[in-house]
């Protein structure tokens, strides 16, 4: 009786969750694939774009791929040492217990907070919006995502294969590289999708630290757009055209991420391959 229950539960939450998906997609089809055109896509904003005049969101696309993977691969290389340290082969227990606690609360922490604090900071130190403010508040935004995902990964590897290692004569920092991060990595993989998809379809945190311009950044230092803020801006004119774009430019940024996690799966099919289980 309870495991029929509890299987209903299970099917009823799926259910729920895909049909939430599946209406999502809808409507963004619906109502954006109308005003999805090449020329939007190619082009960056004209004179009276925002009031429905000619134009597209080149600018927005390429800036929203910067911020992401600027982002990701920062994250990315300081979260995996970080993981490894929080292993009890790195570090004690009560140190890897705080830390884990710490980027516990920072993952919850919401993205304004981040957005506000790095606008403080910029100011601080005289650093105005830009690319540059961006892809930091979004590092720092990815940050404890991808350092507990991949920690989570790795304390899943069993103990089995680092001792036969070492009985190999092996070092802990050759176990660590040739063991533990290969059999981890599809699940760091993961790890960086999960992170990626977060901070590209953000917008509270690179609101006041990456600004917004109609041209694409040519050095660390200018202004950059984002199809989040892009989303935002146009969705709140009154002109029917312009909020039709909007929508547009939110199938853009899920068409986005779906590649990304198409790309990711199959990646990490791959790595599977020689993965021991």
């Known amino acids: 009786m309870e495991e029929?229950?509890?299987k209903g539960l299970m099917?009823?939450?799926?259910?729920?969750?895909?049909t939430a998906l599946a209406g999502m997609i809808l409507i963004m089809l619906i109502k954006g694939a109308p005003a999805l055109t090449l020329s939007m896509i190619m082009e960056t904003p004209r004179g009276g774009y925002y009031l429905g005049k000619e134009g597209g969101i080149a600018n927005a696309i390429v800036g929203s791929l910067y911020l992401s993977f600027g982002a990701s691969i920062i994250a990315f290389l300081l979260s995996l040492p970080m993981a490894f340290a929080l292993q009890k082969d790195y570090s004690g227990r009560q140190f890897a217990r705080f830390t884990r606690l710490v980027l516990d609360v920072l993952w919850g922490?919401?993205?304004i907070v981040y957005g506000a604090f790095g606008f403080v900071v910029m100011v601080y130190f005289g650093i105005r919006a830009s690319l540059l403010g961006g892809i930091i508040v979004l590092t720092l935004l990815m940050l404890p995502i991808m350092v507990r995902s991949m920690d989570e990964v790795i304390r899943m590897i069993p103990a089995e294969l680092k001792e036969v290692s070492i009985a190999l004569g092996a070092t802990k920092l050759e176990t660590t590289f040739a063991v533990i991060f290969r059999q981890g990595l599809p699940g760091i993989v993961t790890a960086v999708l999960l992170a990626f998809g977060r901070g590209?379809?953000?917008a509270a945190s690179i609101l006041f630290t990456?600004?917004?311009?109609d041209y694409i950044p040519r050095s660390l230092?200018?202004?950059v757009a984002s199809l989040p803020l892009a989303v935002f801006f146009q969705i709140g004119t009154p002109i029917p055209e312009v909020q039709g774009r909007a929508y547009a430019s939110a199938l853009i940024l899920l068409f986005i991420v779906l590649i990304v996690c198409v790309a990711s799966r199959l990646l990490a099919r791959r790595f599977s391959r020689k993965i021991i289980r």
Not at 11 to 18: C, F, G, N, R
Not at 210 to 213: L, S
Request: net charge negative.
């Open 221 to 223: 230092y200018d202004p």
């Open 4 to 6: 029929t229950i509890f």
């Open 11 to 18: 099917i009823a939450s799926l259910t729920l969750v895909l």
């Open 210 to 213: 990456a600004g917004y311009t």
């Open 109 to 111: 922490v919401p993205s």
């Open 200 to 202: 590209i379809g953000d």
